[in-house]
């Protein structure tokens, strides 16, 4: 017995060696991989609640419609949700003009359903982001209506309130002038001053020189972060603080502004965007969404310029500030190789591990990609398969893995308030730019199937916007049936991505000597492996020069040494 025990103890002793060895092995391997937070590694799908699913018969969508629909943006295969705002609102622009932060619009629900909803997500896995308009509230909100009754109200300087020029004080009190041209400042006869908007009238901006303003805001910000918010997209975050010295803005020779450079209207915003407190207000709100952390929380920012102020938001002096902000250079890409080379470098300098880049390419503000594509499937897949590989956060806006196409509808029938404002800017001019100064076109109800109102809303009701024409060939029902389909496309990269940690988090590196003016090819690779992506951008076939490799996934699905015309390839190598 007793050698046998000893035998045992011996067998026993090199076993627990060896498990030693191999823990040792395993912990220092998985100290070596770096962890990242959830929202460096998701994929979120925008809705637009008003145009996505009307679940109570008034042609507007709404919260308990979202419920209804999670399940298809989770099979989809996206984490992440982003909900255009659905608070209570005068709706003058449908919901970024808010009058109460803590209620929610009676078309879109309740309290209780909006909690159902955090829940709902929750329960799937996925994460909910709402919007938070912080730059400004709606003329309705009783904050401004306080402001406006007297310079000795209560809330008399939550506003940016000035005494006018000129005779009379009639004149505004400088030249700045909001992000869609025209003056920035509206007389208020009541007060007798002006009160600054930069983007429209109804929508006047919070002074948050004044701290009551700040923790006003902070408590908003608290109030749904303790109801399971995971985060926020930050509405017009570079136009938070204006210059306290309200010194005129320089002239300069600009007429329309750009994502990389919102100076226009022959106007350097100097004195009112992206001013140095509002990086520094970015690092302020980090610290209170700090005080909830377990699940970390995020924020992105919509901000316009160029990266390397942009990155100022993400990082100031050193300080932690928003997680992310768009870099909207996205949103008018040439589709070329060497412009989407490009960018990707210009983003990767600015922005290297731990920072990260987000790729949208669609918004409730924009024409949609796929009209900006010429409405080709094969480039719209070839665009996600860039999209879910590149290193970044990608946003897809509901109706874009359809590819639901710019809808048309003319300036004179637009709800939408911006497209009132320019109604006098002919229409032949404003297409022939390739442009759309009515957001309606971009907002029209999501294509569910090919029944009465594309399946948006129950037949006898009217829908907000019109629904797009083309709803008997791209709807969800159909494509859901068609192997091919561009959802399905969809289904396939987004599913590959979530089982692919390089493709999540892994290092970048643009694959230089496969690059032309026709392909643009790049590498992820973690841990796990190498992963090569590569994108023929031409409508010619090309015979790229890589060997090996197991095709993970083709947008063509083709496998022969030359690839199509447009066509995309995720290639593994081990
Ligand atoms: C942002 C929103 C836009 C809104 C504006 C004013 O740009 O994306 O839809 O109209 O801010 O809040």
Redesign the pocket.
């Known amino acids: 017995m007793r050698p046998m025990k000893n035998r045992c103890c011996r067998k026993s002793g090199r076993y627990l060696l060896i498990c030693c060895l191999l823990g040792f092995m395993t912990t220092s391997a998985a100290g070596n991989a770096k962890a990242y937070p959830w929202w460096c590694a998701t994929t979120v799908y925008q809705i637009y609640p008003r145009s996505f699913f009307d679940s109570s018969g008034d042609g507007i969508g709404d919260l308990q419609g979202i419920i209804e629909k999670l399940d298809y943006i989770r099979e989809l295969g996206f984490e992440t949700i982003w909900i255009?705002p659905f608070f209570k609102s005068p709706q003058q622009?449908?919901g970024?003009?808010i009058s109460d932060y803590y209620d929610i619009a009676p078309e879109y629900g309740d309290m209780a359903t909006c909690e159902r909803l955090i829940r709902a997500v929750h329960q799937r896995g996925m994460k909910v982001v709402f919007d938070l308009?912080m730059?400004?509230t709606s003329a309705e909100h009783p904050w401004f209506k306080d402001s406006a009754l007297s310079a000795y109200s209560d809330r008399a300087d939550w506003y940016v309130w000035r005494t006018g020029k000129g005779k009379n004080n009639r004149r505004p009190p400088n030249n700045w002038k909001s992000v869609l041209g025209g003056s920035a400042w509206i007389y208020h006869p009541q007060r007798k001053q002006f009160y600054y908007a930069a983007?429209?009238p109804f929508?006047p901006d919070l002074n948050y020189y004044n701290p009551q303003v700040k923790e006003a805001m902070f408590d908003v910000v608290r109030f749904w972060l303790r109801k399971g918010v995971d985060g926020f997209r930050l509405?017009?975050f570079n136009a938070i603080y204006e210059d306290s010295s309200f010194q005129d803005n320089p002239f300069c020779l600009r007429l329309i502004p750009s994502e990389e450079n919102p100076d226009g209207f022959f106007q350097q915003y100097r004195y009112n965007l992206n001013h140095e407190k509002s990086f520094a207000f970015a690092t302020e709100l980090r610290a209170v969404v700090e005080e909830f952390h377990e699940p970390e929380r995020f924020l992105v920012g919509?901000v316009f310029g160029p990266p390397a102020t942009l990155k100022r938001f993400c990082d100031y002096q050193g300080r932690k500030g928003l997680h992310a902000v768009f870099l909207f250079q996205t949103l008018s890409v040439r589709f070329t190789a060497p412009a989407l080379r490009a960018l990707v470098e210009s983003f990767e300098k600015e922005f290297p591990d731990p920072f990260i880049p987000v790729y949208a390419f669609s918004?409730?503000?924009r024409k949609r990609s796929f009209s900006r594509l010429g409405e080709s499937m094969e480039k719209a897949r070839l665009l996600a398969l860039f999209q879910f590989t590149v290193r970044g956060i990608p946003f897809t806006y509901y109706g874009e893995e359809l590819g639901m196409p710019q809808s048309n509808i003319p300036m004179r029938a637009a709800k939408d308030p911006?497209a009132q404002r320019f109604r006098w800017i002919p229409q032949f001019l404003i297409r022939w730019a390739g442009q759309s100064l009515n957001?309606d076109e971009c907002r029209t109800p999501m294509l569910w199937n090919d029944q009465a109102h594309a399946g948006f809303c129950h037949p006898a009701c009217t829908p907000w916007l019109p629904v797009s024409d083309c709803y008997s060939e791209i709807n969800v029902e159909r494509q859901k049936a068609d192997e091919h389909s561009l959802l399905n496309f969809y289904k396939r990269i987004l599913h590959l991505r979530r089982q692919i940690t390089a493709l999540q988090t892994g290092r970048m590196e643009v694959a230089s000597h496969l690059c032309s003016t026709r392909i643009f090819a790049y590498y992820r690779s973690d841990e796990s492996g190498k992963y090569l992506v590569i994108l023929n951008m031409s409508n010619k076939s090309v015979k790229p020069a890589y060997s090996g490799g197991e095709l993970l996934l083709s947008t063509h699905a083709s496998n022969g040494a030359f690839m199509q015309p447009w066509e995309g390839r995720l290639v593994c190598f081990h």
């Open positions: 255009s622009d449908f970024y003009d308009v730059n400004h983007f429209l929508q509405d017009m919509e918004n409730h503000d911006l957001r």
